[in-house]
């Protein structure tokens, strides 16, 4: 079991960047394929980037492509992600999760089992 916290949301504007962070308890983190996952109002949670255990292969949702980065530091026991021209559309509640079932590319929340109590982040048109 890994504790995750996720910090950094809050309200933009469109175009704006914001960063959210994910910090993660123990001394196992480097085992974790770690991810971001959001969910809007009224919509299911859906996948938005993921990385590998050694951060070496990072991974994203078409709709998030080249506007987010995601990375990861195995000696702080953190993941990040930079998210560049923000929309409207990408106001959610986004939430750190951390995968033990191996290493690889998850893009479905049950591959995940360890979870962030999540955080809002809300862009304004």
Known sequence: QVLLVESGGGLVQAGDSLRVS??????????????WFRQAP????EFVAGITRSGGYPYYADSVKGRFTISRDNAKN???LQMNSLKPDDTA??????????DGTFVRDFMYDNWGQGTQVTVSS
Request: hydrophobic share 30%.
């Open 22 to 35: 994910c910090a993660a308890s123990g001394r196992t983190f480097s085992r974790y394929v770690m991810g």
């Open 42 to 45: 009224g919509k299911e949670r």
């Open 78 to 80: 953190t993941m990040t």
């Open 93 to 102: 509640v986004y939430y750190c999760a951390a995968s033990s079932r191996g």
